[in-house]
């Protein structure tokens, strides 16, 4: 009677584990109909996302009227020949070095690429530092007072 019991007792919590492992492990089901209708309703949302951008991306196209024409060559060419060229500024940072009578750098001059306004650092590297100190350039300038 025992073994009935035991065997019956095991084959119910088989029978259980797998009834279990059946319905959690298994992903739900859903009609064919219910998956359909859930698709329809998805897709005008993102069609008029879609729109929406579109429209927004026309504004930065190329405008045509915009691009030059051969008139506008032809007259660029022609100040170019006369010497009427607009000079271009340098994109990039400028530095400069001003040297004395014994070629030694004493100053430099950076001028930004952003801003264009120059500022001076002076060179120390001829004049005594402390024993610390391995900084031969001195504090920029940026702004000269002259008189």
């Not at 190329?62 to 020949?81: C, F, G, H, I, S």
Request: glycine share 6%; hydrophobic share 30%.
């Amino acid at each position: 009677m025992r073994k009935t019991l035991i065997a019956l007792t095991l084959g119910c919590a088989l029978i259980a584990t797998q009834a279990l492992a059946q319905t959690v492990g298994a992903p739900p089901q859903i009609r064919e109909q219910d998956a359909r209708s859930a698709r329809q309703s998805v897709q005008p949302a993102k069609q008029s996302n879609y729109d929406r951008l579109t429209e927004r991306a026309k504004a930065y196209e190329v405008n045509p009227d915009l691009a030059p024409t051969e008139a506008d060559y032809a007259k660029a060419r022609k100040d170019r020949a006369e010497g009427r060229a607009p000079k271009k500024r340098a994109q990039g940072t400028e530095i400069e070095t001003v040297r004395d009578q014994d070629n030694r750098v004493t100053e430099y001059i950076v001028t930004p690429g952003s801003t264009h306004i120059p500022y001076t650092v002076e060179n120390r590297a001829d004049r005594p530092t402390d024993p610390g100190d391995k900084d031969t350039l001195g504090t920029p300038k940026f702004i000269n007072f002259g008189f």
